[in-house]
């Protein structure tokens, strides 16, 4: 699928998705849905971003960064609400000084985001979970404003080496989260006596009750 040219191209694209059963779009594009996510949990993601032609891949950019969106699918239960959070990038452990917000990979992904709820209750076989109608968002002030609160007090805690004390309690909007394939997957990082050390990966991830808030001003019930 060829990168959309422009917003609007990309925003019909997935316009054109919505009602549409996960298993339907595989098949469009020859490509498999299996059974269940168990062992292939991107996989929804990487589906849209086929259908929706994103160049991003597995780079450290956004998704159709010529455009300046980031692609974000989201399952939601029967009322639109998000079922997990969301995951933004990968957290710097290690050379973090002088890092400011502004300048940030967290501000940089959610500067445009392009949501596209998809069902995700257990319930519904994968192939039959259909695609919602997507939405554009960016951050306004006030939200703006929590992310950077959020993003400082995790990165203070890095910071001071006390990355190990960080607890899914951090953060109001957003939270930081391991990410490793398994517990043997470890990075460098550094204690409180600014000693390297090695710990698990962490993530960036929205929490659901933000991404519902964000979902809700789009879609009022």
């Not at 998809?118 to 306004?140: D, F, H, K, Q, Y």
Request: hydrophobic share 40%; charged share 20%; with cysteine.
């Amino acid at each position: 699928m060829q990168s959309p040219q422009s917003e609007s191209e990309l925003i019909q694209r997935a316009a054109d998705l919505a009602g549409f059963t996960l298993g339907e779009v595989s098949q469009e594009h020859g490509l498999v849905c299996p059974a269940d996510l168990s062992r292939e949990k991107g996989w929804v993601g990487m589906l849209l971003e086929t259908c929706l032609g994103a160049t991003a891949g597995s780079k450290p950019e956004q998704d159709f960064a010529h455009l300046g969106i980031e692609l974000k699918t989201i399952p939601v239960n029967a009322h639109g609400k998000p079922l997990e959070t969301t995951f933004v990038c990968v957290a710097p452990l290690t050379g973090i000084s002088g890092v400011q917000w502004e300048h940030s990979h967290v501000r940089h992904k959610l500067s445009r985001v392009l949501w596209v709820p998809v069902e995700g209750e257990r319930t519904i076989p994968l192939a039959e979970r259909r695609i919602g109608t997507p939405l554009l968002w960016s951050p306004s002030r006030e939200e703006d404003a929590q992310l950077r609160a959020d993003w400082e007090e995790l990165m203070d805690l890095i910071a001071l080496g006390r990355v190990n004390d960080i607890t899914a309690r951090h953060g109001q909007y957003l939270q930081l989260r391991p990410k490793a394939a398994n517990s043997h997957a470890l990075t460098d990082a550094f204690g409180a006596k600014g000693e390297p050390i090695k710990t698990l990966p962490r993530g960036f991830y929205l929490r659901t009750q933000f991404t519902h808030h964000i979902l809700s001003r789009f879609f009022v019930s």
